[in-house]
């Protein structure tokens, strides 16, 4: 079993807004050291935001200023608000714990288009 389940991806237009969730498989798992992924059709799986602890700490280049990434420490949740989203903001995202070997979920399709 994934220690994580992605869900919030949606269909949207370019300029719009999502929301994903990261949600711990089981309430034993740590999540202080998490991260956002995303892998296009074609491409290289690439890190997109990162927190430690309540406090970010690393964004990929194109999506600063646009992407927020926060926790709900008592839930397990680990979110990923993306504002003023791109056509080349779509791919499929996934969430990992940073410190953990890397066991990839399903992740959660994210599509910007008109």
């Known amino acids: 079993q994934a220690p994580f389940v992605e869900s919030g991806g949606a269909l949207v237009q370019p300029g719009g807004s999502l929301r994903l969730s990261c949600a711990a498989s089981?309430?034993?798992?740590?999540?202080?050291?998490m991260a956002w992924y995303r892998q296009s059709p074609g491409k290289q799986r690439e890190e997109v935001a990162q927190?430690?602890?309540?406090?970010?700490?690393n964004y990929l280049d194109s999506v600063k200023g646009r992407f927020t990434i926060s926790r709900d420490a008592e839930k397990k949740i680990v979110f990923l608000q993306m504002n003023r989203l791109r056509p080349e903001d779509t791919a499929v995202y996934y969430c990992?714990?940073?410190?953990?070997?890397?066991?990839w979920g399903r992740g959660t399709q994210v599509t910007v288009s008109s």
């Open positions: 089981s309430q034993s798992q740590d999540i202080f050291n």
């Open positions: 927190i430690r602890g309540s406090i970010p700490t």
């Open positions: 990992k714990n940073e410190q953990e070997p890397t066991v």
